[in-house]
């Protein structure tokens, strides 16, 4: 598990505001988190899940920045992002995700987009954490027609 409070305070110590603001950030959604309702203790899974979660805003924010010029801004978003991201595990290349795939789209004998459902959930559970939703499913939608 991801100590927050001991990241925050390294943060506070050398005074690194993009650091500090991103994990408070993080602090923040784990709290909600554990305490919404019928929620048990936050898992590392459920960690990881929320820092996605936040990564996935940041990128929406900062593309929506720089749609608009504010480069300030996108600079900001982009600084947290890269911050987040050194909490989640190494992502896989496109060429990994291909080839998980198409052992997933073997092993379920899927042949048409028909089964595209069978093989995101396998996929999605098993790359959880190492790539992004849209990518496996722009792969598995590829690999399916």
Same mark, same amino acid.
């Given at each position: 598990?991801?100590?927050? &409070?001991?990241?925050?305070?390294?943060? %506070?110590?050398?005074?690194? &505001?993009?650091?500090?603001?991103?994990?408070?950030?993080?602090?923040?959604?784990?709290? #909600? $988190?554990?305490?919404?309702?019928?929620?048990?203790?936050?898992?590392?899974?459920?960690?990881?899940? /929320?820092?996605?979660?936040?990564?996935?805003?940041?990128?929406?924010? +900062? +593309?929506?920045?720089?749609?608009?010029?504010?480069?300030? =801004?996108?600079?900001?978003? #982009?600084? *947290?992002?890269?911050? =987040?991201?050194?909490? =989640?595990?190494? *992502?896989?290349?496109?060429?990994? /995700?291909?080839?998980?795939?198409?052992? /997933?789209? +073997? &092993?379920?004998?899927?042949?048409?987009?028909?089964? %595209?459902?069978?093989? #995101?959930?396998?996929?999605?559970? *098993? %790359?959880?954490?190492? $790539?992004?939703?849209?990518? /496996?499913?722009?792969?598995?939608?590829? =690999?399916?027609?």
């Amino acid at each position: 598990m991801i100590d927050i &409070n001991k990241e925050i305070k390294l943060a %506070m110590l050398s005074k690194d &505001n993009v650091r500090l603001l991103s994990l408070r950030a993080i602090k923040a959604a784990f709290m #909600m $988190a554990e305490t919404e309702k019928g929620a048990d203790d936050l898992t590392v899974e459920g960690q990881l899940k /929320i820092i996605q979660k936040q990564v996935k805003q940041r990128k929406d924010a +900062a +593309a929506i920045y720089h749609e608009q010029g504010r480069a300030d =801004l996108f600079e900001d978003e #982009m600084a *947290q992002v890269a911050v =987040l991201e050194s909490f =989640l595990p190494k *992502q896989m290349s496109e060429k990994e /995700i291909e080839d998980v795939v198409k052992r /997933i789209i +073997a &092993n379920l004998k899927a042949i048409s987009m028909e089964d %595209m459902g069978k093989v #995101m959930a396998v996929a999605t559970k *098993q %790359m959880s954490g190492q $790539a992004d939703g849209k990518v /496996i499913a722009a792969k598995v939608r590829q =690999l399916l027609t």
